[in-house]
């Protein structure tokens, strides 16, 4: 037998010394954890190279020659060792920077050496620093072929000379004393239906490859491994939760919904919608407690999905509410939806910080007689006052906006929590909504209503600032408004509010009353200018607004048809979309110009790019998830579910998408993995599951 919980200080090559780096440095304790320690890359010592076959920007080389002679040069500050090796077809120079006597001593002249390292070209020579070498004689001996995998490291650990040829012999001896004892973690129906490697095979291969196939072989195997039990714990928290909160049963489709869908739906719906409104209202009716993020894209059509998804619990005779972030957004939807449900007899009410007394003590009364059927407001529909007599279900939209603890304040109100509906019209990555947010029910809109008219999107550089002036006046005098937004980043706050002054003279200097009229909104004025300045645009009254980011989310002015962005370079990806997602809702052709100096970054450019290219919202969060990771899109939140071993978010969704797969369908015919077929996946289950809840203690 073989413990795997064997402390690392007691495996062969490791001492107490290099057990407490690899502790430390990696949280690697025991035997286990350290045959799960993989190499993040590989170099290929399979071939030699003859020197005359050396490319410039060639990744490392093995070279087989004799070190024919060794010389000491003086720089400015100490000196460098430099080398002539050759073989039968050349030369080449190894360079050591920094010259020690031990070094000095050990180069031996004339012998064989097979020596390994990155080659530098420059003036038709090769040379190679810091190469390791050996001579040709130990070589033999300690033969080891092909791919040798490179460990993570860290300073700590090269000082204590813990390299990878210590860990490699050390694993070495490891998977000797314990390869017959490793067990193996899938079924044997997933093994031989996806035709993975075993376990064994793989822990084997990820650490010492036979070849290049047998060590893809290792690493598909072992990428599939941790997203499937990764996507097992999502799933079945999941069905955990629906089974134990339980959640009104909508079942009936009534005269509200039907009513309105014959006679009020002014256009067809997309097959998006009608799919989403399937994936809805199926939810609804098991009894189950509904948590779903309705996603789609500006302008998609969530709105009249979830004015549905109300009438439907109204035809099941309860009240329904709607929270938006702000009081423009709150209102806009409150119009919207008068103007819809009001032919059908439907009472709705809107509710916001500034609605007077007499009117929310109405309100209130309404609602708790239930005599009030949707209401639509801001935050000031969670107050304690608020009350209702049977909410079935909150419509929530563009939900980073609100606090989990905000939502389930409502929750409380309730004998059973109203059905939640989030609309966000951020996209998320399918990759990403499938580990970040597994355990949500997520519904998507991916297709835009017929006939809109795709925005045009140019990159300009500052210097073309006097020809977009005049395009800006050509659209105005068509009517049109136009967006001139700055960016505001907090730690360079004082600066951009400078550049947004500056740029506010110079457009009131371009465009002088009384022909043109501006409004001015950013994050230091006060609520109430800024939503009286707000207003005006809205209105019309103003052909200008400028702004910083604050006019981000919602708002909806179909008259304007132009958006500036200034200082694009420094927005990110999602917020230039959701930027761009206000122009392009009236019937005009609509455009975004990206302004930017002429010194980019690499990820600067392929933004601006980006944004040039395509309007798809999902495309371009791919984008953004590979210029940023999942990390950083996500926050920290969720870093639990991404922070992976081996697997990649971002280049092996192949594998996710199968481990999902997989997951659904085992847990689908056996939810408790108690086929004896599962036995292997539910023993593994329950040892993540431990190690993974005890961590969860402890932070
Ligand atoms: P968002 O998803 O950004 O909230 P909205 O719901 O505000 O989008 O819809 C944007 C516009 O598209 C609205 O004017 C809405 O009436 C219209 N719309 C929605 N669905 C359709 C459809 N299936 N066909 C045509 N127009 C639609
Ligand atoms: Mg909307």
Not at 269 to 291: F, P, S, W, Y
Not at 294 to 310: E, F, N, P, R, S
Not at 322 to 347: C, D, K, N, R, S
Not at 382 to 393: M, Y
Request: hydrophobic letters at 40%.
């Amino acid at each position: 037998m073989f413990d795997f919980d064997t402390n690392i200080s007691y495996l062969s090559g490791i001492g107490p010394a290099k057990a407490a780096v690899m502790q430390k440095e990696f949280g690697i304790f025991n035997a286990n954890q350290f045959l799960n320690f993989f190499p993040h890359r590989y170099v290929d010592k399979s071939k030699v190279f003859t020197i005359r076959e050396l490319l410039p920007n060639q990744a490392e080389v093995q070279l087989k020659g004799m070190v024919t002679d060794v010389k000491e040069v003086k720089q400015k500050r100490g000196s460098r060792l430099v080398a002539t090796f050759k073989d039968e077809t050349g030369s080449v120079e190894l360079i050591w920077f920094r010259v020690t006597k031990w070094l000095k001593s050990s180069i031996k002249i004339n012998e064989p050496y097979i020596i390994f390292g990155k080659t530098n070209y420059f003036n038709g020579h090769f040379s190679m620093p810091h190469p390791e070498m050996e001579l040709e004689i130990h070589h033999k001996k300690n033969f080891v072929a092909g791919l040798q995998p490179v460990y993570p490291s860290t300073e700590k650990m090269s000082a204590k000379g813990f390299n990878d040829k210590v860990i490699s012999k050390a694993m070495q001896s490891l998977l000797k004393e314990s390869f017959a004892y490793i067990q193996e973690t899938l079924s044997d129906e997933i093994i031989s239906d996806l035709g993975l490697m075993s376990k064994k095979e793989a822990l084997f291969n990820i650490h010492f490859p036979k070849n290049h196939q047998a060590l893809a072989q290792a690493q598909k195997r072992l990428k599939f491994e941790e997203f499937f039990y990764i996507q097992m714990q999502l799933i079945r928290n999941k069905l955990v939760r629906k089974d134990k909160i339980k959640g009104y049963v909508f079942e009936q489709i009534g005269t509200h919904f039907n009513n309105f869908y014959k006679q009020g739906l002014q256009f067809d719906l997309t097959g998006a919608q009608k799919r989403v409104l399937k994936e809805i209202r199926a939810d609804m009716a098991t009894g189950a407690h509904m948590n779903r993020l309705l996603q789609g894209d500006v302008g998609a059509g969530k709105t009249i999905v979830a004015l549905l998804t109300i009438l439907i619990a109204l035809d099941n005779n309860f009240q329904t509410a709607m929270l938006a972030p702000t009081e423009i957004l709150a209102t806009q939807h409150y119009q919207a939806i008068v103007e819809l449900v009001t032919p059908f007899g439907i009472t709705v009410q809107l509710l916001t910080g500034s609605t007077r007394t007499k009117a929310r003590r109405e309100i209130h009364a309404a609602l708790e007689e239930g005599i009030l059927q949707i209401l639509v407001g801001t935050h000031a529909i969670l107050e304690d006052k608020v009350q209702f007599k049977n909410l079935g279900l909150a419509v929530i939209d563009e939900q980073h906006r609100f606090g989990v603890a905000q939502r389930s304040k409502m929750w409380m109100k309730n004998k059973l929590p109203p059905h939640i509906l989030i609309m966000t019209a951020t996209p998320i990555p399918r990759t990403l909504a499938m580990s970040a947010y597994g355990d949500l029910d997520v519904s998507v809109i991916d297709e835009l209503p017929p006939g809109r008219k795709a925005i045009q999107t140019v990159h300009r550089f500052d210097s073309a600032r006097l020809r977009v002036f005049k395009f800006m006046r050509d659209e105005i005098t068509k009517g049109r408004q136009v967006y001139v937004v700055y960016p505001l980043i907090e730690e360079s706050e004082a600066m951009d509010y400078k550049d947004l002054q500056d740029g506010y003279e110079s457009i009131q200097r371009e465009f002088p009353l009384p022909d043109y009229k501006i409004s001015i909104v950013h994050g230091k004025m006060k609520p109430a200018d800024k939503e009286f300045e707000m207003q005006r645009f809205v209105k019309g009254e103003t052909q200008i607004m400028v702004a910083t980011t604050v006019i981000e989310v919602g708002v909806n002015v179909p008259n304007a048809s132009v958006m500036i962005i200034e200082s694009a370079e420094r927005f990110g990806l999602s917020q230039l979309h959701q930027l761009r997602g206000r122009v392009g809702r009236g019937a005009d052709q609509s455009y975004c110009i990206l302004m930017s100096g002429v010194k980019l970054s690499n990820d600067s450019k392929t933004r601006l790019e980006t944004m040039v290219r395509t309007s798809d919202g999902f495309e371009i969060a791919e984008v953004d998830l590979k210029l940023r990771g999942p990390g950083n899109l996500m926050g920290t939140q969720q870093s639990g579910v991404l922070n992976l071993k081996i697997a990649d978010l971002v280049k092996d969704s192949k594998e996710l998408h199968m481990a999902r797969n997989k997951a659904v369908a085992v847990l689908t015919e056996d939810p408790n993995l108690s086929l004896p077929k599962n036995t292997a996946l539910n023993r593994t289950y329950q040892q993540i599951h431990k190690r993974t809840s005890i961590w969860a203690n402890i932070s």
